[in-house]
C-alpha cells in the first residue's frame, strides 16, 4: 500500500480513516463527548461502508455484532459511560469472539470535560476480558484502528480501542493509505460459538482464557509494545496520551511504550524493569498496568506519586520526578465562567417556569443538565441517560404521590429515545402518577446537533420515519400527552400546573427546535433605556446576552442575542424590544 | 528551532475552533510538525473555552502549560486575566478589548474584575484592540476574531501570503474576503 498524502486530523477523525483504510463494513454509534466525530467523519466514506446512529449504545454494539457474525468487519463507537451501557452485549461478545473484525471504539474522559464520571475503561474491559488498544496522537489512532480489526481476528477476540478526550480532541500529522481490499468472510453457522446458553458458554470461557494467553504471549513482541532505551536510572512504562507528556518532562529517560494495555507483555515488562534503576509507572486515571506490574513483585513507582483525578502533563511529571517547578507568574483571581444554556435557548424559557412554580426536577444527561446552574437550579439531580423518569418514578414509590406533586421529571428528545422511553414504560406498567417533561429541541444538542430516531433524518443523510414522540406515549399508555412551544410562558405555567394535580402519568412536550439549529443572522432584542425601570425581572432566567450596567439598567448584547424574546415577556415595563433584522 | 506555543482563550462560540484550525493549517503548510488541542462538548457552552496549537520540528504533548506560551491570544478579557500565566516571559499577550459576563457577575455572585487590561500591563507584553468595533466597522461585528489573529500575526513568523492562503482553505466560501479584510486591518493595526 503506498502512503498517499500527509494531512492534519483530529484524533477521532483518524480513527474514522483507520476504519475505512481496515475495510470497516459497519459502523453503530450514539453520540456521546468525546467519541461523537467519529461517525461524523465516518460518513464521508459512505459509498464503501454503512454508519448509523443507534438510539443507544447497546443497541450499536449489537448491531456490530450482528455485522461480525454476518462476516463483516464492524464498529461500535460510544464514551466510556455508554460503554456501560453496552456491557450487557460486551461481555457476552467476549465469549463468543468475532467472525469479521470486531471493535468497540471507547473515549475516557479524564478531567470530565464533558461527563458525568471519570471512569476508567480499562478495568471495564479487563473486567470483560476485552484485549485494549491505546494510541497516543493521531498517526497511531488511524493505525491502531487498523491493528486492532487485525488482531480481533486473528486471536477471535472483541478489541476495545480505548482514546480519551485529549486524544480524541487533538490534531496530528496523518499519512493516507488506500483502504485495504475487500475483508469480508462467508457466514459459518457454528451454534456452539455464537449461541450464549450455559453449555455453549461453559467451553467458550475456557477458550477466551486461552486466547487471551496466546495474545499476552504475542505481546511481547509485538511492534506497538515498543521499548525506547536511553539512560537507563530512570525507566517509565507509559501509554496513549501520557507518553507525549512523558517524551516532553523526561526526553533522557528510557520509555517502555505500551500500544496494547490489555492484555500485558509480562517478559517484555519484567526485561525492561531489570535494565533500569528505577521504574515509573505513568497512566493517567487507575493504577491498571501498575497493580498488575506490582502483582507481578516488580518493584515499580506510580501512584504514590500521581493521582488518579484528572489529566497529567509534563510540568506534573517534572515536578513528581524530576523535583522541578515550572517557572510562572501567580495566577490571577479571576471569576469562573462555567458553561451555560446558550442566548435563545428553549430549556430557559422551561426551567424560568419551573422555577416560577417552585417545582424539582428530576435531572437527565444533556444541555439541558445545566438547569442545575444558578440563577435557575432548578435540576435536583443527575446521574444517567433516562435516569429522571425512573429515579422520579422512585422517589413517588418511597414517599407518596403528594411528595412528587413538587416534582417533574425533565429529559431531552435524544435522551427520551436513548433508553427514557423503557422508564417511561414502567411508570405507566406500576400505576406512577408522576409528570414527564420532554424538553424536545429536535437533536441531540449537546454533542452538536445529531440526528436521532424521532428527527426524520439518518446520520447518512438518507430520509427516514420520524417517529413521532407524543404517539410513542400514547401507545404505551400515557393518556395525558400534552405539546406546548417552550416559549408560550402563559400556556406552559398553565399546562404544568394542570397536569401536576392529576393522579395519573402526564407528559409534556415541550417542543421548539435547539436556537443553534438555524444558522445565519437572526432578530435581537434592544433595551429602551428611558422606559427600563432596572427591575431585574429579565435577569432571572440567566441570560447570558443580559447584563446589569452600573446605572442599573439592562443592557442586551445584539452579537449575542437570538430575539427569542423571553426577556421581553418578562419586562413590565415594555422596555425590551424585538428587532427582526435576519 | 524550538517548538512554538500559541493558545487561544475565549468563551464557548466566540470562535476559537475555526482560529486554532488556521494556525494549526498554517503551521502545516509551512512544513513543521503540528498539534492541537480543542474543546468540544459541554464546555463549549458559553462556557471558558482554551485551545492550544504547537508546532516545530518534532512536537510531543498537545497542550500548552504554565510559562511556555509565545502568543497568546484572547478574545475576551477576562479570559486573558484567566490565562496569562501560561505567558512565557517575554511572551504576547493580545487581547480582545471586549467585557463578555460570566454568570456568576450576571447574577451578582462575583465582580468582574476592573482595569484588566491596565493590570495585565505591567506584568507581560500586551496588544490590545477593541477588535469587535473594529469589526462593526467592517459591517460584520462577527469577524473580530480575524481582527484579533492579525494582530497577533505581527508577532508570529508568516507572511501575509501565506496567513491569505491558510484563510482561503479554512473559513466558509462565501465569508474569504470579508474574513481576509478583518486579518488585514488586525495585521496593520498599530496596538500598544
Given at each position: 500500500?503506498?502512503?498517499?498524502?500527509?494531512?492534519?486530523?483530529l484524533?477521532?477523525?483518524?480513527?474514522a480513516?483507520?476504519?475505512?483504510?481496515?475495510?470497516?463494513?459497519?459502523s453503530?454509534?450514539?453520540?456521546g463527548?468525546?467519541s461523537?466525530?467519529?461517525?461524523?467523519?465516518?460518513?464521508q466514506?459512505?459509498?464503501s461502508?454503512?454508519?448509523?446512529?443507534?438510539?443507544?449504545?447497546?443497541?450499536?454494539?449489537?448491531?456490530a455484532?450482528?455485522?461480525?457474525?454476518?462476516?463483516?468487519?464492524?464498529?461500535?463507537?460510544?464514551?466510556?459511560?455508554?460503554f456501560?451501557?453496552?456491557?450487557?452485549?460486551?461481555?457476552?461478545i467476549?465469549?463468543i469472539?468475532?467472525?469479521?473484525?470486531?471493535?468497540?471504539?471507547?473515549?475516557?474522559?479524564?478531567?470530565?470535560?464533558?461527563?458525568?464520571?471519570?471512569?476508567?475503561?480499562?478495568?471495564?474491559?479487563r473486567?470483560?476480558?476485552?484485549?485494549?488498544?491505546?494510541?497516543?496522537?493521531?498517526?497511531?489512532?488511524?493505525e491502531?484502528?487498523?491493528?486492532a480489526?487485525?488482531?480481533?481476528?486473528?486471536?477471535?477476540?472483541?478489541?476495545?480501542?480505548?482514546?480519551?478526550?485529549?486524544?480524541?480532541?487533538?490534531?496530528?500529522?496523518?499519512?493516507?493509505?488506500?483502504?485495504?481490499?475487500?475483508?469480508?468472510?462467508?457466514?459459518?453457522?457454528?451454534?456452539?460459538?455464537?449461541?450464549?446458553?450455559?453449555?455453549?458458554?461453559?467451553?467458550?470461557?475456557?477458550?477466551?482464557?486461552?486466547?487471551?494467553?496466546?495474545l499476552?504471549?504475542a505481546?511481547?513482541?509485538?511492534?506497538?509494545?515498543?521499548?525506547?532505551?536511553?539512560?537507563?536510572?530512570?525507566?517509565?512504562i507509559?501509554?496513549?496520551?501520557?507518553?507525549?507528556?512523558?517524551?516532553?518532562?523526561?526526553?533522557?529517560?528510557s520509555?517502555?511504550?505500551?500500544?496494547?494495555?490489555?492484555?500485558?507483555?509480562?517478559?517484555?515488562?519484567?526485561?525492561?524493569?531489570?535494565k533500569?534503576?528505577?521504574l515509573?509507572?505513568?497512566?493517567?486515571?487507575d493504577?491498571?498496568?501498575?497493580?498488575?506490574?506490582?502483582?507481578?513483585?516488580?518493584?515499580?513507582?506510580?501512584?504514590?506519586?500521581?493521582?488518579?483525578?484528572?489529566e497529567?502533563?509534563?510540568?506534573?511529571?517534572?515536578?513528581?520526578?524530576?523535583?522541578?517547578?515550572?517557572?510562572?507568574a501567580q495566577?490571577?483571581q479571576?471569576?469562573?465562567?462555567?458553561?451555560?444554556?446558550?442566548?435563545?435557548c428553549?430549556?430557559?424559557?422551561v426551567?424560568?417556569?419551573?422555577?416560577k412554580?417552585?417545582?424539582?426536577?428530576?435531572?437527565?444527561?444533556?444541555?439541558?443538565?445545566?438547569?442545575?446552574?444558578?440563577?435557575?437550579?432548578?435540576?435536583?439531580?443527575?446521574?444517567?441517560?433516562?435516569?429522571?423518569?425512573?429515579?422520579?418514578?422512585?422517589?413517588?414509590?418511597?414517599?407518596?404521590?403528594?411528595?412528587?406533586?413538587?416534582?417533574?421529571?425533565?429529559?431531552?428528545?435524544?435522551?427520551?429515545?436513548?433508553t427514557?422511553?423503557?422508564?417511561?414504560?414502567?411508570?405507566?406498567?406500576?400505576?406512577?402518577?408522576?409528570?414527564?417533561?420532554?424538553?424536545?429541541?429536535?437533536?441531540t444538542?449537546?454533542?452538536?446537533?445529531?440526528?436521532?430516531?424521532?428527527?426524520?433524518?439518518?446520520?447518512?443523510?438518507?430520509?427516514?420515519?420520524?417517529?413521532?414522540?407524543?404517539?410513542?406515549?400514547?401507545?404505551?399508555?400515557?393518556?395525558?400527552?400534552?405539546?406546548?412551544?417552550?416559549?408560550?410562558?402563559?400556556?406552559?405555567?398553565?399546562?404544568?400546573k394542570?397536569?401536576?394535580?392529576?393522579?395519573?402519568?402526564?407528559?409534556?412536550?415541550?417542543?421548539?427546535p435547539?436556537?443553534?439549529?438555524?444558522?445565519?443572522?437572526?432578530?435581537?432584542?434592544?433595551?429602551?433605556?428611558?422606559?427600563?425601570?432596572?427591575?431585574?425581572?429579565?435577569?432571572?432566567?440567566?441570560?447570558?446576552?443580559?447584563?446589569?450596567?452600573?446605572?442599573g439598567?439592562?443592557?442586551?448584547?445584539?452579537?449575542?442575542?437570538?430575539?427569542?424574546?423571553?426577556?421581553?415577556?418578562?419586562?413590565?415595563?415594555?422596555?425590551?424590544?424585538?428587532?427582526?433584522?435576519? | 528551532?524550538?517548538?512554538?506555543?500559541?493558545m487561544?482563550v475565549?468563551?464557548?462560540?466566540?470562535g476559537?475552533l475555526?482560529?486554532?484550525?488556521?494556525?494549526?493549517?498554517?503551521?502545516?503548510?509551512?512544513?513543521?510538525?503540528?498539534?492541537?488541542?480543542?474543546?468540544?462538548?459541554?464546555?463549549?457552552?458559553?462556557?471558558?473555552?482554551v485551545?492550544?496549537?504547537?508546532?516545530?520540528?518534532?512536537?510531543?504533548?498537545?497542550?500548552?502549560?504554565?510559562?511556555?506560551?509565545?502568543?497568546?491570544?484572547?478574545?475576551?478579557?477576562l479570559?486573558a486575566?484567566?490565562?496569562?500565566?501560561?505567558?512565557?516571559k517575554?511572551?504576547?499577550?493580545?487581547?480582545n478589548?471586549?467585557?463578555i459576563?460570566p454568570?456568576?457577575?450576571?447574577i451578582?455572585?462575583?465582580?468582574?474584575?476592573e482595569?484588566i487590561?491596565?493590570?495585565?500591563?505591567?506584568?507581560?507584553?500586551?496588544?490590545?484592540?477593541?477588535?469587535?468595533?473594529?469589526a462593526k466597522?467592517?459591517?460584520?461585528?462577527?469577524?473580530f476574531n480575524?481582527?484579533?489573529?492579525?494582530?497577533?500575526?505581527?508577532?508570529?513568523?508568516?507572511?501575509?501570503?501565506?496567513?491569505?492562503?491558510?484563510?482561503?482553505?479554512?473559513?466558509?466560501?462565501?465569508?474569504?474576503?470579508?474574513?481576509?479584510?478583518?486579518?488585514?486591518?488586525?495585521?496593520?493595526?498599530?496596538?500598544?
Open positions: 500500500m503506498a502512503k498517499t498524502k500527509k494531512v492534519i486530523m484524533g477521532n477523525e483518524a480513527i480513516r483507520g476504519a475505512f483504510e481496515a475495510g470497516v463494513k459497519v453503530a454509534a450514539y453520540p463527548t468525546p461523537t466525530e467519529i461517525s461524523e467523519y465516518l460518513v466514506y459512505k459509498d461502508l454503512y454508519c448509523e446512529w443507534s438510539p443507544n449504545e447497546k443497541v450499536a454494539a449489537e448491531v455484532l450482528g455485522a461480525s457474525i454476518a462476516g463483516s468487519r464492524a464498529m461500535a463507537c460510544m464514551k466510556h459511560v455508554g456501560n451501557v453496552a456491557a450487557d452485549p460486551a461481555y457476552s467476549s465469549y469472539g468475532v467472525n469479521g473484525g470486531l471493535v468497540f471504539m471507547v473515549a475516557d474522559d479524564p478531567g470530565l470535560y464533558s461527563s458525568q464520571n471519570e471512569q476508567d475503561t480499562r478495568m471495564v474491559a473486567a470483560a476480558k476485552l484485549p485494549v488498544l491505546e494510541p497516543s496522537d493521531s498517526a497511531e489512532a488511524k491502531y484502528t487498523k491493528l480489526f487485525e488482531i480481533s481476528e486473528k486471536f477471535d477476540r472483541p478489541v476495545v480501542l480505548r482514546i480519551t478526550t485529549r486524544l480524541a480532541h487533538s490534531q496530528g500529522i496523518v499519512e493516507l493509505c488506500e483502504p485495504c481490499a475487500n475483508q469480508d468472510k462467508p457466514y459459518v453457522k457454528n451454534i456452539g460459538k455464537n449461541v450464549m446458553m450455559p453449555n455453549n458458554a461453559k467451553p467458550r470461557h475456557a477458550v477466551i482464557e486461552q486466547k487471551n494467553a496466546e499476552a504471549l505481546a511481547n513482541t509485538m511492534d506497538i509494545n515498543r521499548v525506547e532505551m536511553a539512560d537507563t536510572s530512570i525507566g517509565v507509559t501509554s496513549g496520551i501520557p507518553y507525549q507528556y512523558v517524551k516532553e518532562a523526561l526526553p533522557n529517560a520509555v517502555l511504550k505500551l500500544g496494547m494495555v490489555n492484555p500485558l507483555p509480562k517478559e517484555l515488562i519484567c526485561d525492561f524493569a531489570s533500569v534503576d528505577r515509573y509507572i505513568i497512566e493517567e486515571l493504577p491498571v498496568i501498575e497493580e498488575q506490574v506490582k502483582a507481578w513483585g516488580i518493584e515499580a513507582v506510580g501512584k504514590e506519586l500521581f493521582t488518579v483525578l484528572g497529567y502533563s509534563a510540568n506534573m511529571i517534572k515536578a513528581a520526578i524530576l523535583g522541578e517547578k515550572a517557572d510562572f495566577p490571577a479571576a471569576p469562573g465562567r462555567p458553561p451555560i444554556l446558550c442566548p435563545g428553549p430549556h430557559r424559557s426551567y424560568h417556569t419551573l422555577k412554580l417552585g417545582l424539582h426536577a428530576a435531572g437527565d444527561i444533556g444541555c439541558y443538565t445545566l438547569g442545575a446552574v444558578a440563577p435557575l437550579s432548578v435540576v435536583d439531580t443527575t446521574v444517567c441517560m433516562g435516569s429522571s423518569i425512573s429515579s422520579l418514578h422512585g422517589m413517588e414509590k418511597a414517599k407518596g404521590k403528594d411528595f412528587i406533586k413538587n416534582w417533574v421529571a425533565v429529559i431531552g428528545d435524544s435522551t427520551f429515545m436513548h427514557g422511553v423503557n422508564s417511561l414504560i414502567n411508570m405507566v406498567y406500576n400505576n406512577a402518577s408522576g409528570t414527564v417533561i420532554i424538553m424536545d429541541n429536535s437533536t444538542g449537546m454533542t452538536g446537533h445529531q440526528d436521532h430516531a424521532a428527527t426524520g433524518k439518518t446520520l447518512m443523510g438518507d430520509a427516514a420515519y420520524a417517529i413521532d414522540i407524543p404517539t410513542l406515549c400514547r401507545a404505551i399508555g400515557v393518556k395525558n400527552v400534552i405539546s406546548v412551544n417552550a416559549f408560550d410562558l402563559e400556556l406552559l405555567e398553565k399546562t404544568i394542570e397536569e401536576q394535580q392529576k393522579d395519573e402519568v402526564s407528559v409534556i412536550i415541550t417542543k421548539t435547539c436556537v443553534l439549529l438555524t444558522k445565519g443572522r437572526k432578530p435581537f432584542c434592544v433595551v429602551d433605556t428611558e422606559k427600563c425601570k432596572g427591575c431585574g425581572l429579565c435577569l432571572k432566567p440567566g441570560c447570558p446576552a443580559i447584563t446589569k450596567q452600573a446605572d439598567k439592562v443592557m442586551i448584547d445584539d452579537t449575542m442575542c437570538t430575539g427569542c424574546g423571553l426577556c421581553a415577556k418578562l419586562c413590565k415595563s415594555g422596555a425590551i424590544r424585538l428587532v427582526k433584522e435576519g | 528551532m524550538a517548538t512554538r506555543n500559541i487561544i475565549g468563551v464557548g462560540g466566540q476559537t475555526l482560529t486554532s484550525r488556521i494556525l494549526g493549517g498554517l503551521a502545516i503548510e509551512a512544513g513543521y510538525d503540528v498539534k492541537l488541542s480543542e474543546v468540544h462538548g459541554m464546555a463549549q457552552r458559553g462556557g471558558s473555552v485551545t492550544f496549537v504547537r508546532y516545530g520540528e518534532n512536537v510531543y504533548e498537545p497542550i500548552v502549560e504554565e510559562g511556555q506560551a509565545d502568543v497568546i491570544i484572547a478574545f475576551e478579557k479570559e486575566l484567566r490565562y496569562a500565566h501560561f505567558l512565557k517575554d511572551g504576547a499577550l493580545v487581547i478589548d471586549w467585557r459576563d454568570m456568576p457577575v450576571v451578582g455572585a462575583a465582580e468582574y474584575p482595569n487590561i491596565e493590570n495585565l500591563k505591567e506584568k507581560y507584553n500586551v496588544y490590545s484592540v477593541n477588535a469587535t468595533e473594529e466597522k467592517l459591517g460584520n461585528s462577527r469577524v480575524l481582527i484579533v489573529l492579525g494582530v497577533a500575526a505581527q508577532h508570529m513568523d508568516f507572511s501575509v501570503e501565506q496567513w491569505h492562503k491558510v484563510i482561503e482553505r479554512t473559513v466558509p466560501p462565501k465569508t474569504v474576503e470579508i474574513n481576509k479584510n478583518a486579518f488585514d486591518v488586525g495585521y496593520q493595526l498599530v496596538t500598544e
